[in-house]
């Protein structure tokens, strides 16, 4: 444990430790890279949450706190190692965490796995945040509990309708797939597993991993923690072995946050200086060009291709998920900026030039809209 204190001070890290009343031992440690931080004030708005083992020699649970940049890439803001995965813990490292951040930095949406623990702890802690699910382990769960009752080919055929249910845009187009859900699982016999996956999953959870109720919030379309596995994988990948001392275990972090860092800076230089070819051929994108991230420009120009595909060739309904999930303009926004020619007065966009490293004051939804365009200075 000195050995351990010793890194966190000589590395310049924010640290906590929690001791137990009685015996003063040691039971979780939270710890924050400095250069993590910095990231983090620049991107608090969506965080997800996850923790895995064989990190360390005593085989605690490891909690990394993930979020991720304008330029779409991933970025550790803050990491654990706790004694258990129990409602106490995770409440201690939540606290920590809002200990952290002024109010106008607080997370708005917070995604995880089913763990009860660490979902009560989230409610608790960040009461005013909207709290979702993985999608990935929800599928992962319905495996475990139903696979074994299909062929391989009508396995694929659940799965695809499952997904097509979740990325239902509406409440409307929800109910008219959930009766093609039903009706497919009744004809083949199927009950119980629609009896699972409506008491399991669907009555009680739908309004945290189905598209027409998450992303009426800025959710950055993130709707798994594979972000925060991603994490976990390259972290593991610098490992000799699973039995690390918790010292050796901050200086892998270290050196996997000061390499995500480099990178992250390297997107941002990207982004100003670099025009992809098919950019140039959209007049309405020309204004933003080198001034937002690339990621959020090639959003906007699959949008403008659907404004063209869908809307004005079929009449179709935009549905406006790429505004209510992003912040930015979505189809209809687009063709009402391109009548009034006017697409360069759009608020919601924040210079990779002039961004701060901190929110601003503004109202949420303004804060939300900019998201997509700050830098780290």
């Known amino acids: 444990m000195q050995k351990l204190e010793n890194i966190l001070i000589e590395k310049n890290y924010t640290y906590y430790m929690r001791t137990n009343e009685i015996s003063n031992e040691v039971e979780d440690v939270f710890f924050v890279h400095e250069k993590s931080f910095t990231m983090w004030c ?32 991933s970025f550790t803001a803050a990491c654990a190692v706790i004694s258990a995965e129990k409602s106490e813990n ?62 391989d080919k009508e396995w694929k055929e659940f799965v695809r309708t499952f997904w097509t249910l979740c990325e239902s845009t509406t409440e409307e187009i929800y109910m008219y797939n959930l009766e093609n859900f039903e009706a497919q699982l009744k004809e083949a016999d199927r009950e119980q597993v629609y009896d699972y996956m409506k008491k399991s999953w669907l009555d009680p959870y739908r309004e945290k991993f189905v598209s027409c109720w998450i992303n009426q919030t800025i959710n950055f379309r993130q709707t798994t923690t594979n972000r925060v596995e991603s994490m976990h994988a390259t972290l593991k990948s610098h490992f000799p072995s699973h039995r690390n ?56 120009s699959i949008e403008l291709k659907r404004k063209e595909d869908g809307l004005r060739a079929y009449g179709a309904s935009c549905g406006c998920q790429l505004f209510t999930s992003c912040g930015l303009p979505c189809a209809c926004r687009l063709e009402k900026l391109e009548n009034k020619g006017s697409f360069h007065t759009c608020r919601a966009w924040r210079f990779l030039s002039n961004a701060s490293p901190k929110p601003t004051m503004d109202s949420e939804q303004n804060r939300a809209r900019s998201s997509l365009a700050y830098t780290i200075q």
Request: glycine share 2%; proline share 3%.
């Open 42 to 73: 620049a991107f608090p708005h969506v965080l997800m949450i996850d923790a895995t083992y064989k990190t360390n020699m005593y085989n605690l649970p490891f909690v990394q706190v993930v979020g991720m940049t304008s330029t779409n890439k």
């Open 90 to 151: 995770y409440l201690w490292v939540l606290q920590r965490i809002k200990s952290m951040l002024a109010g106008c930095m607080e997370p708005r949406v917070i995604l995880t796995d089913r763990d009860f623990a660490l979902m009560n702890a989230c409610e608790q802690v960040f009461p005013k945040a909207h709290k979702y699910l993985c999608r990935f382990h929800i599928q992962q769960n319905i495996n475990k509990n139903s696979k074994r009752k299909f062929s």
């Open 245 to 300: 001392t918790l010292d050796k275990l901050v200086l892998y972090v270290d050196h996997v946050v000061a390499k995500q860092y480099a990178e992250i800076r390297s997107t941002f230089e990207t982004s100003l200086r670099k025009v992809m070819t098919h950019h140039k051929k959209q007049p309405m994108l020309a204004y933003i060009l080198r001034k937002v991230s690339i990621y959020a420009i090639e959003l906007l």
